[in-house]
């Protein structure tokens, strides 16, 4: 009986057989895993069945060079699985980096985020959760490569299972037919591979050199040598609140998903405002960062410089640069950090120049958290307020305050309630507790976008009942976002702006602001101006301060 054929009687395949199937399998696999390598986009977002409708032109050059033959061959081969390993990590890698901050992953920028995820995870799932992680992530990057490998492998060894000359004049072909469809302008034709690679290295190479020119002018500041009490004149006496609240993104007004909720409740504002004797300036921001890394538009906003990544920020930070803090704190006042979010110890807090921080400690919240969001911000303003705004003479404050309740995952929403029955905290438990966990809410998209609207809208509606209930004339506040959100409620727009306010009682404050030309109340007009982040700083000196 022939091996190849079936026995009639059990219906089993002979090994010959099964070993062929096994071939012509990983054969398949193989060359897939290098198509999928040329063509798949580096989003996930546009990843369909069109992105496999290219025409690579790597396929091409990739098959002359696999027809190599002897060591030079064994050389370009190993090469090769490296290019086409590190291709795929990075694709992976911008998907996402995509996903979180709307932009590609930058090899000399992002690394650090290498170290954050750690420490996130430390402190979620434990230490040896957290190595367990980084080890699956090592083995994923070196399979990988062993996986590129394998599959150039194959794919040689079906090349030379047909005369050489044969597989070298197809693919020769192949190229010309490639090159003629390019310059006819058809648009299945593709050299994606290689431009990702390309935009990789440019954007190395590109993010040291503007590293080496930033190092060179971040310790030159026109206000370093300004007398101090040249400084703030405007604002003598007062209290001057900086509050970043996260994720307060442009999207909140522009999007239909939030617009006819947000809207509103920014209108509802400028009339409670109105009714306890404030006024209100609105504008928008141009932000640093997308999604999260919030501490990029704080260093951003309080140095005057343009801080776009973890490596420009560790050198802001051992700079001389003085930021608004410590120009304010040279100024006579008393310059405070907020923090309900910093957890562990931030050495970096020594650069703004604050005479104390507040973090989640000192805060010293006995309720149950929110999910990631160590307090709600109610809390975090009262015992602002409690600590630091006592009635009788004292020495005015300046504080940054930094508040986390729209930060996701959004879960539970919290809910404004009489500042008088504001304690210990406890008092916030059943809140805390009134929502389906992150898992569940995650589940279904619109819930995830109604509970970032609902966390927007109780922020607004905090600050403006903290400045009603406690602000007097010697109340300012400039409140900022951080940046837009996540790309995931964004529906990835590629809009930076955030919201900006400016609310106080004096009308002394808005005549030295008046050109500006912000918005009155707290909805800014589509038309309203953008500032790059940047741009507070100086700006914010130049109003307030004398000429």
């Known amino acids: 009986m022939d091996s190849n054929v079936p026995d009639p009687l059990s219906g089993a395949v002979p090994h010959s057989s099964r070993r062929h199937l096994l071939v012509v399998s990983l054969n398949v696999l193989a060359l897939a895993f290098i198509f999928a390598a040329f063509v798949v986009p580096n989003r996930l977002s546009w990843v369909t069945p069109l992105s496999f409708a290219y025409l690579p032109l790597e396929a091409f050059v990739l098959g002359l060079l696999l027809l190599v033959p002897g060591r030079n061959g064994l050389i370009i081969r190993c090469f090769a699985a490296v290019l086409l390993g590190a291709g795929v990590i990075f694709r992976i890698a911008d998907m996402s980096a995509f996903m979180v901050f709307a932009r590609p992953f930058n090899p000399v920028l992002d690394l650090y985020l290498l170290a954050d995820g750690m420490n996130l995870l430390s402190s979620s799932i434990g230490q040896i959760g957290a190595v367990v992680v980084a080890v699956l992530l090592v083995a994923l990057a070196v399979g990988i490569m062993a ?232 809390f975090t303003l009262a015992q602002f307020q409690k600590l630091e705004r006592t009635p009788g003479p004292r020495t005015p404050v300046m504080a940054e305050i930094a508040l986390i309740s729209s930060h996701a995952p959004w879960t539970p929403v919290p809910q404004l309630i009489d500042w008088r029955a504001v304690r210990d905290g406890s008092e916030f438990d059943e809140q805390a507790t009134s929502d389906d966990p992150p898992e569940v809410v995650w589940q279904d998209r619109q819930r995830v976008l109604d509970h970032y609207r609902g966390t927007i809208e109780y922020v607004v509606q905090t600050l403006v009942s903290f400045a009603t209930t406690f602000g007097d004339e010697n109340l300012v506040m400039l409140i900022l976002g951080d940046h837009q959100p996540m790309p995931y409620v964004t529906d990835e727009t590629e809009n930076r702006d955030v919201m900006v306010h400016l609310i106080a009682k004096d009308p002394a404050v808005f005549a030295a602001m008046a050109d500006w030309q912000w918005t009155a109340g707290m909805l800014p007009a589509d038309d309203a101006p953008v500032w790059r982040m940047d741009e507070v700083r100086d700006r914010f000196i130049e109003a307030f301060s004398a000429q």
């Open 147 to 378: 996986l590129s490998y394998f599959a150039l492998a194959r794919a040689r060894a079906l090349l030379l299972s047909v005369p050489q000359r044969q597989a070298g004049a197809v693919l020769l072909a192949g190229m010309v037919v490639w090159t003629g469809l390019f310059f006819m302008g058809v648009p299945r034709v593709s050299k994606y591979f290689y431009d990702q690679l390309a935009m990789h290295v440019s954007s190395t190479r590109t993010s040291l050199a503007e590293l080496r020119s930033f190092r060179e002018v971040v310790n030159i500041d026109a206000y370093a040598d300004v007398p101090d009490d040249s400084l703030f004149g405007a604002l003598r006496g007062k209290d001057v609140l900086v509050v970043f609240v996260e994720s307060y993104g442009r999207i909140v007004i522009d999007s239909e998903h939030y617009s006819s909720h947000v809207r509103p409740a920014l209108q509802q504002a400028t009339a409670d405002l109105a009714a306890g004797g404030f006024e209100a300036r609105s504008g928008f921001l141009t932000s640093p960062t997308v999604g999260g890394i919030s501490w990029l538009a704080h260093g951003t906003a309080l140095s005057g410089m343009w801080i776009d990544s973890q490596v420009r920020y560790d050198s802001l930070m051992i700079s001389e640069r003085p930021s608004l803090v410590r120009l304010f704190n040279r100024a006579g006042w008393r310059t405070l950090g907020v923090m309900p979010a910093i957890t562990m110890a931030w050495p970096e807090g020594q650069y703004f120049g604050y005479d104390h921080v507040y973090d989640s400690r000192e805060l010293a919240y006995q309720g149950k958290p929110f999910n990631y969001v160590t307090m709600p911000d109610q």
